[in-house]
Nanobody, 122 residues
């Protein structure tokens, strides 16, 4: 199983980024995908989750209305579109998967990908 998050970078406040989480070596349609983030000195936070077929999504209150999660199982990839970015969104973003339904709890995840750094700064 391989998961790889990409798409991070440096962006000004109010800007946008789209993160991708590419999976290999497993049947992606059997797993929900959750995005987490961790800022320096802070606990890991569940950001958003998309169900196995993309029909159900969940968001942390801190990102509702600004972030959109989606997936394309044909490409074995999940996405996190991040708009109206704020300095407090600065963190390393990780994707993780678990069998069946969504969870925003990191302890429920079965596999984790390496993170991608997002920095929001002027």
């Amino acid at each position: 199983v391989q998961l790889q998050a990409s798409g991070g970078g440096l962006v000004q406040p109010g800007g946008s980024l789209r993160l991708s989480c590419a999976g290999r070596g497993f049947p992606v349609e059997g797993y929900s995908t959750t995005w987490f983030r961790q800022a320096p000195g802070k606990e890991r936070e569940g950001v958003s989750c998309v169900s196995r077929r993309g029909g159900t999504t969940y968001y942390a209150d801190s990102v509702k209305g600004r972030f959109t999660v989606s997936r394309d199982n044909a490409k074995s990839t999940a996405y996190l579109q991040m708009n109206s970015l704020k300095p407090e969104d600065t963190a390393i973003y990780y994707c993780a998967i678990k069998n069946f339904g969504c969870s925003m709890n990191g302890n429920d995840m079965k596999y984790w990908g390496k993170g991608t750094q997002v920095t929001v700064s002027s």
